[in-house]
């Protein structure tokens, strides 16, 4: 899981740019702008008060019509999540579940900067973010989740085990640390973790050392890749000194 992890890091790091981004953007748009109590009416013509935002009862009267405001919920801090920046990140976190109850008490007809916000936001981070984001946690559980990263994993712990963990006589017993394992692996097998080697860009301090022998039971060049277009190199440069040499003496 750690090395799951490190891949989808730098994802995690763009999506929590993004949802700050955006609850920055809802704050600033949805916040109050006058003073208020949660004890103290105050009805205003500030949108964002607490106060204009929670439902309205009326009553109706036998013939049909409707009467003035009859109960009216009382407001609390969850009625406008935006009034403060940190219930913002909550809010716009959940809006990426789906949840847009934080916003469902605004009039959607009358606040269009807000519909263009919710779009923007849905297609980027709903839509296509998280998309990406199962996508490359699939491909990075495929990519860990074999034998290879097993053994390693292993290695170290054990390695850890050994050097913080046992006593001297115990890393001197030949039964525990015989000083020869064998390893039984097929031709193509070998030529798979010769290949792999080769082709990983680490220091040389920690790349795995490969015996010569190894390389001709694996019939596979002993030279890397780099080691084979600097070759390629230094014969196409000879190739160049001879044609200048033959257009010289003709």
Not at 64 to 79: C, K, M, Q, R, V
Not at 196 to 221: G, T
Request: some cysteine; hydrophobic content about 45%.
């Amino acid at each position: 899981m750690i090395g799951v992890a490190q891949r989808i890091f730098s994802f995690l790091v763009l999506l929590g740019i993004i949802i700050f981004a955006f609850a920055h953007s809802l704050h600033l748009l949805l916040r109050p702008i006058t003073d208020y109590s949660y004890n103290q009416p105050n009805y205003n013509n500030d949108v964002n008060n607490p106060w204009n935002l929670v439902t309205r009862y009326k009553s109706i009267t036998p013939d049909g019509a409707i009467g003035n405001d009859f109960l009216i919920e009382t407001p609390d801090a969850n009625t406008n999540l935006f009034s403060a920046f940190k219930t913002a990140i909550v809010a716009v976190y959940f809006m990426l579940t789906g949840d847009l109850s934080s916003v469902s008490s605004w009039n959607l007809n009358e606040n269009w900067t807000l519909v263009a916000l919710l779009v923007i936001f849905s297609f980027f981070t709903t839509i296509y973010l998280l998309n990406l984001f199962i996508g490359l946690l699939s491909t990075a559980i495929e990519n860990t989740n074999n034998d290879e990263s097993f053994l390693q994993l292993k290695r170290e712990i054990l390695s850890e085990i050994e050097l913080f963990w046992m006593l001297p006589y115990q890393r001197r017993r030949k039964d525990w640390f015989p000083e020869i394992i064998y390893y039984e692996a097929t031709i193509e097998e070998l030529q798979k973790y010769v290949q792999k080697i080769q082709s990983e860009n680490c220091d040389e301090s920690s790349k795995p050392f490969i015996f010569p022998h190894i390389y001709k039971i694996a019939k596979l060049d002993a030279k890397t890749i780099d080691e084979k277009l600097n070759d390629l190199d230094g014969k196409f440069q000879d190739l160049i000194e001879d044609i200048k040499r033959l257009k010289s003496e003709n």
